[in-house]
């Protein structure tokens, strides 16, 4: 993970403001300042938020400043203190009111429901196999949505689904979802691929597993896949074009982090444009949120213990990220044109497009061979599945300083007490799409569409309506029920600026079939 380090921050680095941004079209500028580097205290004589910070900051003082996605990395699933990993303390919980953030399955069971009802509807659609479903979640959290799904399925296929797999790295999360699918008497045993126990919903083996990857394929399958928040923890590598002169554009070299002039005889007076990627190195001791130029809005929180640079140079990151889609390519000779690039969503993207649509055909990937996911060709003859990706970021530009940090539902700065902090980034749904059809001449995709389309096309309101029905009694209790049923649902489709209605959106991936059948809830319908 530290293998693509830069090295250390030198003096006239510049750093990003977290000051709001302007929008240009599909472009996004940010402003961004000078400082002085200082030499680092002893880091015995500096007190850090959590043990995460200490081991970050001597990694890089040893290696420099390290890209944006490998702090990302770290604070979300280390060893020492990851979020997801360790962080959290015992009785705490990131999830729902006394945890850090709530999502939809933990505002209202009538989003699982409704999620399980559109894989019923592609089974329809799909010709009603009365076996060989697989159901498939990536990122579970604490089992909420999926325990919603199979409630509602097992009414109509119950008999035809084979497998559950959840796709989980946590140790502490996989212990809570099997509390909540199979009971906390349930035992969990190793298996071939992770672990395994069995549902308390028609005695399913539900199978645990750290990767995608991981989960066999199988032609003979109809893998149903749902990725939940799930999109929006991966990693980001972040890139900025600057203007340099021809004489000091800097390559980075295969051997070591020091930079190598490419031309000693171009004209000093020529400029060119060239990709450079943000990196994260540690605040100098001392430092304020003036000169951080923190928001008056966010200074009650510490100042930060890392910020976010400009490479002086390019590292190899910049080298091919930023080619690897005609979207970026389109933007490199813009200068201040920003970019955020996740490989790691693309190769999720591969994977489940692969799982449903097979890899008959040979698929280049723009990524290194290391990057690389899945084997080379997986036939699958006859494409079945189908797969819901939900999940914050725009319909159709690229993201941009999106990078934010949550804690005790409340933004903070994504810097701030490493392992502590959750962090996330828009999902680019735009190269989702893109690394699925690549990866799978077997797949379409449909939307994205707003979550609020999604979920009022799929009967949201009535499916509430019928619960508030079924709401016992007349008194004070009952009316509450009832008024927080009706909150809960409109939450859910909220079409305000920030609203979870507008901000979600829902991306379908589904056997190719030429566009001839929309699914439902993109305009589709259930086609038996």
Request: aromatic share 8%.
């Amino acid at each position: 993970m530290m293998s693509n380090v830069l090295r250390k921050a030198q003096c006239g680095l510049r750093c990003l403001s977290r000051w709001p941004i302007s929008h240009n079209h599909k472009v996004v500028y940010q402003s961004y300042r000078s400082f002085t580097s200082t030499p680092l205290c002893r880091e015995e004589e500096r007190k850090w938020s959590t043990p995460l910070a200490k081991q970050l900051t001597e990694a890089i003082n040893t290696t420099g400043p390290i890209p944006l996605a490998s702090y990302m990395r770290m604070c979300l699933t280390s060893d020492i203190g990851g979020y997801y990993t360790g962080a959290i303390g015992e009785g705490r919980d990131q999830f729902g009111q006394k945890g850090d953030f709530i999502t939809s399955p933990e505002i209202s069971q009538i989003f699982g429901e409704l999620v399980g009802i559109w894989f019923v509807a592609e089974w329809l659609s799909q010709g009603r196999p009365k076996q060989g479903v697989e159901l498939i979640e990536l990122g579970p959290g604490r089992g909420t949505l999926m325990d919603d799904m199979l409630r509602t399925m097992r009414n109509f296929m119950a008999s035809s689904i084979d497998t559950v797999y959840m796709v989980e790295a946590s140790n502490e999360l996989r212990v809570a979802q099997k509390n909540l699918l199979c009971g906390e008497d349930a035992v969990m045993t190793e298996s071939e691929i992770g672990w395994q126990s069995t549902s308390k919903y028609s005695g399913l083996p539900i199978i645990w597993t750290d990767s995608i990857k991981a989960i066999p394929q199988n032609p003979n399958k109809m893998p149903f896949i749902v990725a939940h928040e799930f999109f929006d923890a991966l990693p980001i590598h972040a890139f900025q074009v600057v203007e340099v002169p021809l004489n000091q554009q800097t390559t980075a070299t295969s051997s070591n982090n020091n930079p190598s002039p490419a031309s000693s005889t171009a004209n000093e007076t020529s400029l060119t444009h060239q990709w450079r990627e943000m990196v994260v190195s540690p605040t100098p001791k001392g430092t304020t949120h003036a000169d951080l130029r923190t928001p008056k809005s966010k200074q009650r929180d510490p100042v930060p213990e890392f910020q976010l640079t400009l490479s002086p140079s390019t590292t190899r990151h910049a080298q091919y990220l930023p080619s690897s889609s005609p979207r970026y390519r389109a933007l490199s000779s813009t200068p201040g044109a920003l970019i955020e690039v996740c490989p790691d969503a693309s190769l999720y993207a591969s994977a489940i497009a692969t799982l449903i649509g097979g890899s008959n055909l040979p698929s280049p990937s723009p990524f290194p061979s290391r990057f690389q996911s899945l084997p080379p060709s997986f036939r699958k003859p006859s494409h079945s599945g189908a797969a819901l990706i939900i999940d914050y970021g725009p319909a159709d530009t690229i993201p941009t300083n999106s990078l934010r940090g949550i804690k005790a539902h409340r933004r903070v700065s994504p810097f701030l007490a490493p392992g502590l902090v959750d962090l996330s980034a828009n999902v680019d749904f735009g190269a989702l799409v893109e690394a699925a059809v690549r990866a799978s001449p077997g797949v379409e995709c449909h939307g994205p569409v707003e979550q609020a389309r999604f979920l009022e096309t799929m009967g949201v309101q009535q499916r509430a309506e019928m619960l508030a029905k079924r709401v016992v009694g007349t008194g004070k209790e009952a009316r509450k029920k009832k008024a927080e049923l009706e909150r809960s649902w409109k939450r859910l489709v909220d079409r305000g600026p920030t609203g979870m209605g507008k901000v979600y959106k829902v991306l379908a991936i589904l056997p190719e079939n030429g566009g001839r059948r929309r699914p439902v809830g993109f305009g589709g319908d259930v086609s038996a």
